[in-house]
């Protein structure tokens, strides 16, 4: 994949997105820079629609569908931020949208996708595998299939959130993105490499989800299975054929932190800075307050996202034992 | 007291408070206004420094006071979040603090006022009056008493909050904010309808702490006594001598909500919006949601706070039981 061509295809989706995606607030703390030493900027994309950064990717691809592809619809496998973006696009494009989701999936994950009027498919996560059973789907009926990162329109659509944070923050020295499959940490990359070659690009992982710092490392694809992590957003297997060549060309370094850091990091954001963020999105300032990352100059951090449910928020604060 | 000169303190407030207090931003939501039918702007002061609009009229109150002043030092009663802004101001500007507290007011309260360095004396609940208590310390010690809500620095300095939200959102119809003793209802009412005649101000309590709903509507300041809400800052036994007439005067009505009503829109708030916002501080929401407020037009809300501790928001979640 051609990077500069890429970098154009950010430029372009954030054109896609005006009106669409909010140009979401970025946040600084007096109490942050005091704690770390550095000056902050955090971009909420906890703020965007549906609560996460997916939003632009999906409306990034789904958009760019022909008539007679949206007249049949899109399929999708997630149960997570990624099932929301696909359904609200949908609804937003007048397209209709099939979600596999595994049989176990929470309720309320269920029923935010259906609020959207998605359809949803369930699998037996024993015995299936929910690519196998979207790709049947997507074959079966002429639906599209929108992968939840690997893909061009993907990428390009998470890295509108990193352009918008280098405009709105000029000569930053650092910037740090969470890392799940790579979507929003390559599109990250690309957009601020495309518009500063000097600033710093890091990726934040859980330690006990580190296939992705791992592949950088050794510049070989490694995987994870069902990491146990809270950080539900970054437990995805492996980096992806066109997410993992972009990180290792445009990302300076990746670095994990604990379970700890991660709920302390949830902790800070929600009492220090009154937002509520999901384990995943509070990834960034995890390795700010914890020093995985050393912190110094101009930092921006990508808040992922915000949909945390009340049970993981209280067991979080210790409130409740899970 | 004149109102046109109040307005013009709002005025210098703005001027004295620049720099110092944050200009918090205004946030709207899609999901808000479709609930509401209405278009509605949060101007969130739970991004205030120390989590609440507090410090705008404690910073206004104690940066007024000579250096002689200064020098023996401030004393306040609260055991919320004015003692923090008292506290923090204090040492801000180089003044020494005293916050007088109930002996039975929780530990996370005191140890917030005591990290800015405020020294605590506690009173007995039971026996004695917080007040008498504060009169006595100041008297003792010449250190300068500031009040809560009743005293026009601070008046002033509360009215600084809905002085920036009209500038940021013009033509509104309506500003909802929250009351307690009335500081901020008065300055916000003195600050809106100084600068737009036709924009009506309304103020938000609980039902079970309706004293100042009660005065409004009758003419005659009402009490109420350890009000049973959910909504500590509005928990104040009555409205002030300054406060009372300002609120006849500006006020276009007054509203109460439902305890359960300060819950649902503190969820609301939580999860559809990524906020954290106490219970206090989510009383015009509170009313817009539970459709004690008519909502129709542009409607300003002040979010007044978000110190909102980890038991009171698991409560609200139904995680835990109190």
């Not at 999105?281 to 449910?309: F, W, Y």
């Amino acid at each position: 994949m051609n990077q500069i061509s890429l970098y154009d295809d950010v430029v372009t989706a954030r054109e896609r997105l005006a009106g669409e995606a909010h140009i979401t607030p970025v946040l600084t703390s007096r109490t942050l820079d005091e704690c770390t030493g550095a000056s902050v900027f955090l971009k909420c994309e906890n703020f965007q629609r549906m609560g996460a950064f997916k939003f632009r990717g999906a409306y990034n691809a789904i958009s760019q569908l022909s008539a007679a592809d949206r007249g049949r619809g899109v399929v999708a496998y997630s149960s997570g931020n990624h099932a929301q973006a696909v359904a609200l696009v949908s609804k937003l494009l007048k397209t209709s949208a099939t979600i596999v989701m595994p049989n176990n999936a929470s309720t309320i994950k269920r029923q935010a996708a259906e609020g959207y009027g998605a359809t949803i498919v369930t699998y037996d996560v024993e015995k299936e595998s929910r690519e196998v059973v979207a790709a049947d789907l997507a074959e079966k009926h002429g639906r599209v299939m929108i992968p939840p990162f690997d893909h061009e329109h993907i990428i390009a659509g998470q890295g509108t959130v990193a352009a918008e944070l280098v405009d709105a923050v000029p000569d930053l020295d650092m910037v740090l993105a969470p890392c799940g499959g790579g979507g929003l940490l390559s599109g990250t990359a690309v957009a601020v490499k495309g518009s500063n070659g000097n600033c710093k690009v890091i990726g934040v992982e859980p330690e006990v989800a580190d296939d992705a710092t791992r592949s950088f490392h050794t510049k070989t694809l490694q995987t994870v299975r069902n990491p146990p992590t809270i950080a539900d957003g970054a437990r995805t297997a492996s980096l992806g054929n066109l997410t993992f060549p972009l990180i290792l060309e445009n990302v300076d370094d990746m670095k994990t932190v604990t379970e700890d850091a991660i709920k302390e990091a949830v902790r800070f954001l929600f009492y220090r800075m009154k937002l509520v963020v999901e384990p995943s999105g509070a990834l960034g300032v995890a390795a700010l307050l914890s020093g995985a990352v050393r912190a110094a100059g101009k930092i921006g951090v990508i808040i992922s996202g915000g949909n945390i449910d009340a049970k993981t928020m209280c067991h979080i604060f210790g409130e409740t034992s899970r």
